[in-house]
């Protein structure tokens, strides 16, 4: 075999290995994820916070008490573990979060839900088996908030920072329930 056809080859291997690889590791080539992806961020001066999570849909389903059951641990999302990020240490509720990266969690409950910051970094939010993989020894802070009934049904899981009456809120808001956290800087 001449030169020139082994280079050939060799690029068409290259060429077909590259084009497999991109197939297989790139999940939305051919089906869009039913829960996307999204970042949300806050700024403000020299002060970032960040939220990575995936963003399930109600899709005509029963959500709180159902889908996501009552009374036990849920990734607060879809897919990948929930991420919060902050640059400097936050107060939440008088409680001091230190600056750093965490995983959130939640136990939603029909009167009060438990928002949990994991100091851990899972690589999913749940194992195998479906459960999901916080593990408790790295809690650092575990805060009670009353949700809020909405009027109107919200169709896909929405995370987001609200800071339109000069406080800033961390929201959660799905179906017809909705959490608001406050936040305040250290």
Known sequence: MNRFLKWVLGLLFLAALGIG???YFGTDVFHPRLSPADTVSFKMNDWQMEVFYNRPSKRGRE?????????????????EATTFETNKPISLENH?????????WTI???????VIFNSKQY??????????MREPEFDVLDLSVKPQKLDTAVEQFTIGFDNSTDN???????????????????
Do not use: S
């Not at 690589?123 to 479906?130: A, K, Q």
């Open 21 to 23: 690889a991109y197939l």
């Open 108 to 114: 939603p409950n029909d009167t009060l839900w438990q």
């Open 123 to 132: 690589p999913w939010g749940v194992d195998e088996t479906m459960k999901p």
């Open 63 to 79: 959500v709180f008490g159902a889908l996501v059951p009552y009374n036990q641990v849920w990734r607060t999302g879809a897919n």
């Open 168 to 186: 800033v809120y961390l929201t959660f808001a799905w179906d017809q329930v909705k959490l608001m956290l406050p936040i305040k800087e250290q």
């Open 96 to 104: 001091v979060l230190p600056a750093g990266k965490y995983t959130l």
